[in-house]
């Protein structure tokens, strides 16, 4: 089976179909910040370490694989889906993935909804840039919401994975208008943090990994604040801290 090919002229391997044999992933970085992405938009963030400082959490040998990345769900009525068709794995219209040169672009359409999510790194700048473009396709205006998610790793990625009882007790996150802080440590042991921002004003956000997925049986594929349309706006203290925002969206056609 055929999933993707080269695009010679623009030099990007054009991905059509979600459902590869193993995760197809990208490098994106720079002079000290390094992501990894796949064609689903699994994977993880570092800046200069990538055990001593994971940015973000990720899970080698998880069932099923490639779960743990940078994800925006759409709840358009009831219908609930990705631009990268997983976690959530909703049928999707269209979808594509195509891995440039420092860049990611996947775009998915769903009900005449169409989500382009670009991923780069740019040069100089320590963080990962996502941009969001929402294109209506219908002849109606459509009213939908959208979250993003981000799971914070703690820092030492191996640590992260093992030493449980500490951890459940360190996490900590700050918030100021659009933006989630991952301060944990931060002063105490270490003299970083790291943030999520949205150049946007949000309608709700989830700090709080448990309070997002709902019942302790929830997963990625069914998160309930998004399943239900209602962020809980949760502050995480401990436990396993996120950063989640929620909007609002109208887009006319």
Known sequence: MKFGYFDDAKKEYVINSPKTPYPWINYLGNQGFFSLISNTAGGYCFYKDARLRRITRY?????????????????????????????????????????????????????????????????????????????NESKETKNFSIFSIAEWCLWDAQDDCTNFQRNFSTGRVEIEDSTIYHVTEYRDRRNHYAFYTVNDTIDGYDTDRDSFLGSIYNGWNNPETVMKDKPSNSFADGWSPVASHYKKVTVRC
Not at 76 to 87: E, L, M, Q, R, Y
Not at 104 to 133: C, R, S
């Open 59 to 135: 899970r080698y040998n998880n069932v099923p694989i490639d779960m743990g990345g940078r994800y925006f769900y759409i709840n358009d009525n009831g219908t609930v889906w990705n631009p990268g068709w997983s976690p959530v794995k909703t049928e999707l219209d269209s979808y594509e993935c195509r891995h440039g040169m420092g860049y990611t672009v996947i775009t998915g359409k769903k009900n005449d909804l169409k989500a382009e999510v670009t991923f780069f790194v740019p040069q100089n700048y320590d963080g990962e840039v996502q941009q969001v473009v929402l294109t």
